[in-house]
C-alpha cells in the first residue's frame, strides 16, 4: 500500500515475492487498473493510483482494492483513476474513513455509495488522454531537472576540487583558515514561541539556509525583536549555515544571503552566520558552493559531534584551512554554476506551473464544468 500514491504509482521502494510462494493470477496488475488504498493513517488512506505497466509483472496485496467498473458505464478506466483523485473525490473518501489518525479504514460498503460524474465513454477517453498528457510534461520535466542536477554535482565536483582549472591563471591556491578570513555570528536568542509568527522584524528560516546555496527569495518568517536586545543581523554577503542535523553529512550545509536584507533580518536559532571580513580573498558564493561539494561536506562531517542529533562547534569551524584559487578563479567559478542554478529553477518554474495547470485541469474536467467535445457527440 505505500506504493499507492496520487494517480501516480510511487517505485521508490518495491517488495518481492518469494518464488516458492504461490500467486493468484487474479492478483496479477494489467495496465489501467484502479487501485485503492484501504488501509493506512487517516491523512493517507484512500489514495487512488492507476497501474500503467511501471513493472513487468506485479501484483496488489490484501490493503489493496482492485476498482472494476460495469463495461455500460466504463470507456476508460484510467478517467475513474483521476476522478476518484479529484478535490472533491478526495474530501468525500477522507469523511467515509473510520478508525484513529494513526490506523484509520474504508470498508468496501461505504465506498460503494460514494457519487462520482460519469460522463459518455468517449469523453472519459478524451479527459484520461488530455490528463496523461500534462502528465507526461511533468514526468519529462521531473527528469530533466534530476539530470540538470547530477551535471551540476559533477560541474561543482570538477571546479571546486581543482580538477579543472583556468589556464590563464597560474596564481597557485592558497591554504588559509577562515578565522583569518571572517568571523561568525549565531542566531536569534532568548526567543520563545509567542515571539515568532509576529513582530515587523523578519528572521531567515532553517529549511531556507538547508534548501538553497543562493537565498535569493527567502521564504522569511516574522519574530518579534525589541529595540533594546543585542541580536545579530543578517546582512547580503552573509554565509549561513545549519548547525545541527540527524547526521553529519548534513551539518553546515551553506547558503549565501543574495538579497537586500535590510537592517531589520536576523537568522533563526539553530543556525549560524560567517561573516567575511577579507573579499580580496574569497567570494561569499564560492564558499556556499564548496561547502555544499562533496570537499566541503567532507571537510565539515569529519568535526561533526553527536549521537542521535550532531553538532558543529563554531571554533572548530573556524579552524578549518581551506585550499583557495585567486579570487579571479572563484568569481569565475561562481558565474559557471550560477549559469546552472539559474537553468534549474527556470525548469522547477515550468515544473510548477505543469503542476498548476494539472489542478486546474483536473477540477474543470473531472467535475464537469468544462466538457470535452468528442466526434459524434455534443458537449452540451
Given at each position: 500500500?505505500?506504493?499507492?500514491?496520487?494517480?501516480?504509482?510511487?517505485?521508490?521502494?518495491?517488495?518481492?515475492?518469494?518464488?516458492?510462494?504461490?500467486?493468484?493470477?487474479?492478483?496479477?496488475?494489467?495496465?489501467?487498473?484502479?487501485?485503492?488504498?484501504?488501509?493506512n493513517t487517516l491523512d493517507?488512506?484512500?489514495?487512488?493510483?492507476?497501474?500503467?505497466?511501471?513493472?513487468?509483472?506485479?501484483?496488489?496485496?490484501?490493503?489493496?482494492?482492485?476498482?472494476?467498473?460495469?463495461?455500460?458505464?466504463?470507456?476508460?478506466?484510467?478517467?475513474?483513476?483521476?476522478?476518484?483523485?479529484?478535490?472533491?473525490?478526495?474530501?468525500?473518501?477522507?469523511?467515509?474513513?473510520t478508525g484513529t489518525t494513526?490506523?484509520?479504514?474504508?470498508?468496501?460498503?461505504?465506498?460503494?455509495?460514494?457519487?462520482?460524474?460519469?460522463?459518455?465513454?468517449?469523453?472519459?477517453?478524451?479527459?484520461?488522454?488530455?490528463?496523461?498528457?500534462?502528465?507526461?510534461?511533468?514526468?519529462?520535466?521531473?527528469?530533466?531537472?534530476?539530470?540538470?542536477?547530477?551535471?551540476?554535482?559533477?560541474?561543482?565536483?570538477?571546479?571546486?576540487?581543482?580538477?579543472?582549472?583556468?589556464?590563464?591563471?597560474?596564481?597557485?591556491?592558497?591554504?588559509?583558515?577562515?578565522?583569518?578570513?571572517?568571523?561568525?555570528?549565531?542566531?536569534?536568542?532568548?526567543?520563545?514561541?509567542?515571539?515568532?509568527?509576529?513582530?515587523?522584524?523578519?528572521?531567515?528560516?532553517?529549511?531556507?539556509?538547508?534548501?538553497?546555496?543562493?537565498?535569493?527569495?527567502?521564504?522569511?518568517?516574522?519574530?518579534?525583536?525589541?529595540?533594546?536586545?543585542?541580536?545579530?543581523?543578517?546582512?547580503?554577503?552573509?554565509?549561513?549555515?545549519?548547525?545541527?542535523?540527524?547526521?553529519?553529512?548534513?551539518?553546515?550545509?551553506?547558503?549565501?544571503?543574495?538579497?537586500?536584507?535590510?537592517?531589520?533580518?536576523?537568522?533563526?536559532?539553530?543556525?549560524?552566520?560567517?561573516?567575511?571580513?577579507?573579499?580580496?580573498?574569497?567570494?561569499?558564493?564560492?564558499?556556499?558552493?564548496?561547502?555544499?561539494?562533496?570537499?566541503?561536506?567532507?571537510?565539515?562531517?569529519?568535526?561533526a559531534q553527536g549521537a542521535?542529533?550532531?553538532?558543529?562547534?563554531?571554533?572548530?569551524?573556524?579552524?578549518?584551512?581551506?585550499?583557495?584559487?585567486?579570487?579571479?578563479?572563484?568569481?569565475?567559478?561562481?558565474?559557471?554554476?550560477?549559469?546552472?542554478?539559474?537553468?534549474?529553477?527556470?525548469?522547477?518554474?515550468?515544473?510548477?506551473?505543469?503542476?498548476?495547470?494539472?489542478?486546474?485541469?483536473?477540477?474543470?474536467?473531472?467535475?464537469?464544468?468544462?466538457?470535452?467535445?468528442?466526434?459524434?457527440?455534443?458537449?452540451?
Amino acid at each position: 500500500m505505500g506504493n499507492i500514491a496520487r494517480v501516480n504509482i510511487d517505485l521508490s521502494r518495491i517488495e518481492y515475492i518469494p518464488d516458492s510462494e504461490a500467486v493468484s493470477p487474479l492478483h496479477r496488475l494489467r495496465y489501467g487498473d484502479v487501485l485503492f488504498n484501504t488501509r493506512n493513517t487517516l491523512d493517507l488512506v484512500g489514495k487512488v493510483s492507476i497501474w500503467r505497466d511501471e513493472l513487468p509483472i506485479a501484483y496488489y496485496n490484501s490493503n489493496v482494492l482492485k476498482l472494476e467498473f460495469k463495461s455500460e458505464y466504463c470507456g476508460d478506466s484510467r478517467y475513474f483513476g483521476y476522478a476518484l483523485n479529484s478535490a472533491e473525490s478526495i474530501e468525500a473518501i477522507r469523511n467515509l474513513a473510520t478508525g484513529t489518525t494513526s490506523v484509520a479504514a474504508v470498508y468496501t460498503r461505504d465506498l460503494l455509495k460514494l457519487e462520482i460524474p460519469v460522463p459518455s465513454k468517449s469523453e472519459q477517453c478524451a479527459i484520461a488522454d488530455t490528463l496523461e498528457d500534462v502528465e507526461r510534461l511533468i514526468s519529462s520535466l521531473t527528469l530533466l531537472i534530476a539530470k540538470k542536477q547530477a551535471i551540476k554535482q559533477g560541474i561543482m565536483q570538477q571546479l571546486l576540487t581543482r580538477r579543472v582549472r583556468r589556464s590563464d591563471l597560474s596564481e597557485p591556491q592558497k591554504e588559509t583558515r577562515l578565522r583569518d578570513l571572517g568571523m561568525v555570528y549565531g542566531g536569534l536568542t532568548g526567543k520563545g514561541k509567542g515571539d515568532f509568527g509576529r513582530g515587523v522584524a523578519a528572521f531567515v528560516t532553517f529549511l531556507d539556509v538547508v534548501n538553497n546555496a543562493r537565498l535569493m527569495t527567502p521564504d522569511l518568517g516574522r519574530v518579534r525583536v525589541h529595540e533594546s536586545e543585542r541580536q545579530h543581523r543578517v546582512m547580503r554577503g552573509d554565509v549561513l549555515f545549519n548547525g545541527s542535523s540527524e547526521t553529519p553529512e548534513e551539518v553546515a550545509l551553506a547558503a549565501v544571503v543574495d538579497f537586500n536584507a535590510g537592517s531589520n533580518t536576523y537568522l533563526n536559532s539553530f543556525c549560524f552566520g560567517y561573516r567575511i571580513r577579507r573579499p580580496d580573498l574569497v567570494d561569499p558564493t564560492f564558499l556556499a558552493y564548496f561547502f555544499r561539494s562533496g570537499a566541503g561536506r567532507a571537510s565539515v562531517a569529519s568535526l561533526a559531534q553527536g549521537a542521535t542529533r550532531y553538532n558543529i562547534a563554531k571554533s572548530k569551524f573556524l579552524d578549518l584551512a581551506l585550499d583557495l584559487p585567486c579570487l579571479e578563479e572563484q568569481q569565475g567559478i561562481v558565474a559557471v554554476l550560477n549559469d546552472s542554478e539559474e537553468e534549474i529553477e527556470f525548469l522547477r518554474a515550468r515544473l510548477n506551473k505543469a503542476r498548476e495547470i494539472k489542478r486546474g485541469m483536473m477540477q474543470e474536467l473531472l467535475t464537469g464544468r468544462t466538457r470535452l467535445p468528442v466526434q459524434g457527440e455534443s458537449s452540451e
